[in-house]
């Protein structure tokens, strides 16, 4: 076992503060891998305030890890010591039903393991994430990441690139497409640079009018004020597709009317929302979720960044101001996401 250094949330009202445990030994198909980076997602958060009502304690949130592999499995063969690689949301599943053989290992149907808070079934308790200065992963589940990008602004993407590059490629998202992306913060500045990358004509819909500026420095061709009634009307019934990334619970029956008939709104924030079923049917319109992607997908999607020169746009932080971040991240203080620098927590 390895002595990790780490950050975990020990209740659901406490600030989360430093805590050392053991990472399992590395097995015949493991991966080691020395964390540089780890993104901040408002999932984090809530997992750390049991908003979800399944949180178990102590728990090292994290699942947008970027680093170096230090060790390999005798069985190990997709990676080497020293590769730049990375680890999102998932570290493992049964691989053995129909989702996870169609790829979609998020759907498992005996539920994926989650990179923290989910049973361990080999150091039990539960799984320990990125806030640590290294972690031990099933090689299937480690990715590969190009030296072409910069480095400390790709472990948004673990989380936040492939939450919106999953829907946009798998509603076929392209060329001579309108194209909303509803709610301008760390996964709506994703899909806006994805949905301009993948050729469409994207329009940012915003209720902050000061938002504007930057949503067309990151791709979008258009800005929507959704609090205009005027501007909204003028809209009407020309969007191809609509990516609504609003983290908080809130209406989407305003946006509906947006949408040519037979067309698609895609909710990624975990949150409650209030729908009118008029809304869906004068139109045959419809309204859908999406979890994260596939281990295959997100590869693809690392990929696809690398020939576009995709990253987030972050703001760096030591470890020791994790908890004034999650304040700020809570107040949509931060453009667009928090990356921890884990040299400040390997040298404390």
């Given at each position: 076992m390895?002595?990790?250094?780490g ?11 430093p ?31 049991n ?17 170096r ?8 063969t ?5 590769d ?17 053989k169609?790829d ?10 989650m990179t923290?808070?989910s049973?361990?079934?080999v ?38 690139g ?20 509803i ?11 994805f ?21 067309k ?26 990516l ?17 008939n ?8 975990a949150?409650?929302v209030d ?8 139109g045959r ?8 992607g596939?281990i295959?997908?997100?590869q ?9 020169n ?12 994790i ?26």
């Amino acid at each position: 076992m390895s002595n990790t250094k780490g950050y975990a949330a020990y209740s659901p009202t406490e600030e989360i503060k430093p805590f050392e445990f053991d990472r399992r030994e590395v097995g015949p198909k493991d991966v080691k891998i020395e964390i540089d980076y780890c993104g901040v997602c408002h999932s984090d958060i809530h997992t750390a305030h049991n908003d979800w009502g399944m949180s178990m304690y102590p728990i090292v949130p994290g699942h947008e890890i970027v680093g170096r592999v230090t060790q390999i499995g005798s069985d190990v063969t997709n990676h080497k010591v020293g590769d730049l690689v990375a680890v999102g949301c998932m570290v493992d599943s049964c691989r053995e039903c129909a989702s996870c053989k169609d790829d979609l290992e998020q759907f498992c149907m005996n539920g994926m393991v989650m990179t923290y808070g989910s049973p361990d079934a080999v150091m039990g308790g539960v799984t320990h994430g990125g806030y640590s200065t290294q972690i031990v992963v099933n090689d299937y589940f480690v990715l590969k990441v190009s030296d072409k990008l910069d480095v400390k602004a790709v472990a948004p993407l673990l989380c936040a690139g492939i939450t919106t590059y999953s829907p946009l490629m798998h509603w076929k998202v392209g060329p001579g497409q309108k194209v909303g992306v509803i709610g301008l913060g760390g996964l709506g500045h994703m899909g806006v640079k994805f949905a301009a990358a993948m050729g469409a004509d994207v329009v940012m819909i915003t209720t902050s009018p000061e938002k504007g500026a930057d949503a067309k420095r990151l791709g979008a061709n258009d800005v929507i004020v959704s609090k205009d009634a005027d501007q909204m009307a003028a809209h009407a019934g020309t969007f191809d597709f609509l990516l609504n990334t609003v983290p908080v619970g809130h209406d989407i029956n305003p946006y509906l009317p947006l949408l040519k008939n037979d067309r698609t709104m895609v909710l990624v924030g975990a949150t409650p929302v209030d729908l009118h079923s008029m809304g869906l049917i004068f139109g045959r319109k419809n309204v859908a979720g999406s979890l994260i992607g596939g281990i295959k997908e997100t590869q693809e999607m690392l990929d696809f960044c690398a020939e576009h020169n995709i990253v987030s746009d972050i703001e760096m932080i030591n470890m020791q101001e994790i908890n004034e971040a999650w304040d700020r991240v809570m107040k949509s203080d931060v453009k667009y996401r928090f990356v921890i620098d884990m040299k400040s927590l390997k040298s404390n």
